[in-house]
């Protein structure tokens, strides 16, 4: 039961992601939608519940080892590229590394392979504000790529995007998992892309709804 001031978000969901899987979520504004994306990559502990990455559930974790956790096997992408504009792309991809203890120069050469897969090779030295909008965005998906990590969360990524950047992002997120078979989890409103995803989870104010989190 909820207590006063504390709101009901997310109602009895039970979930299974298997590797490689393509999920999209879909549903209404308020639905819950970014609280299941924050609480499955370990960003918000729930009051109740668990979710676990094979056996470990991540909520028994420290918030220390829970950040590690996040840093080594998950990627986040969001509606807002987030990008430090007082540094370039390759200095923004390579952060992460950094902070996950490997040296500079791996980190480095590490993410100038990544923005060459997004095809971004040639725009390293650019800051932010010198990139598209589609651009900014696959800069932020190469960051979130950087320690390799096994599932790649996304908040509406192409939400802030026109028509066209939003399918080439879509793409380049369905390459990815071709090419390096990462796990994607996508939340958006676009409905034609939301169609390429393996499983298709629809939100309705808290639940999934049913009929559409079948398989296709
Ligand atoms: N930090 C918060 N504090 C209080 N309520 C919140 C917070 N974040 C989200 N909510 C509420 O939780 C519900 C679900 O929000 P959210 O997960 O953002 O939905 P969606 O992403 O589907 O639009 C909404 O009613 C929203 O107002
Ligand atoms: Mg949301």
């Not at 979520?25 to 939608?33: D, Q, T």
């Amino acid at each position: 039961m909820a207590k006063r001031h504390e709101l009901e978000v997310l109602k009895g969901i039970s979930l299974e992601i298997k590797r490689k899987e393509t999920i999209a979520v879909i549903g209404p504004s308020g639905a819950g939608k970014s609280t299941l994306l924050h609480i499955l990559g370990g960003l918000d502990r729930p009051n109740e519940g668990k979710v676990l990455y094979g056996k470990e559930n991540i909520f028994d974790y420290s918030d220390d080892q829970l950040a590690r956790f996040r840093n080594k096997e998950i990627g986040f992408v969001f509606q807002f590229h987030h990008l430090l504009p007082e540094f370039t792309a390759l200095e923004n991809v390579l952060m992460p590394g950094l902070i996950n203890g490997k040296s500079f120069a791996k980190s480095e050469k590490k993410a100038k392979e990544i923005l060459d897969l997004v095809g971004l090779s040639d725009r390293i030295s650019h800051f932010p504000s010198e990139l598209s909008g589609g651009e900014q965005q696959r800069v932020a998906v190469a960051r979130a790529l950087l320690n390799d990590p096994k599932i790649l969360f996304a908040d509406e990524p192409s939400g802030n995007l026109d028509r066209s950047g939003g399918e080439q992002l879509h793409n380049l997120l369905w390459q990815l998992n071709d090419d390096i078979g990462i796990t994607l989890f996508i939340v958006t409103h676009n409905l034609e892309l939301a169609d390429k995803a393996d499983r298709i989870i629809r939100l309705i104010d808290g639940k999934i709804d049913n009929l559409e989190a079948e398989k296709k």
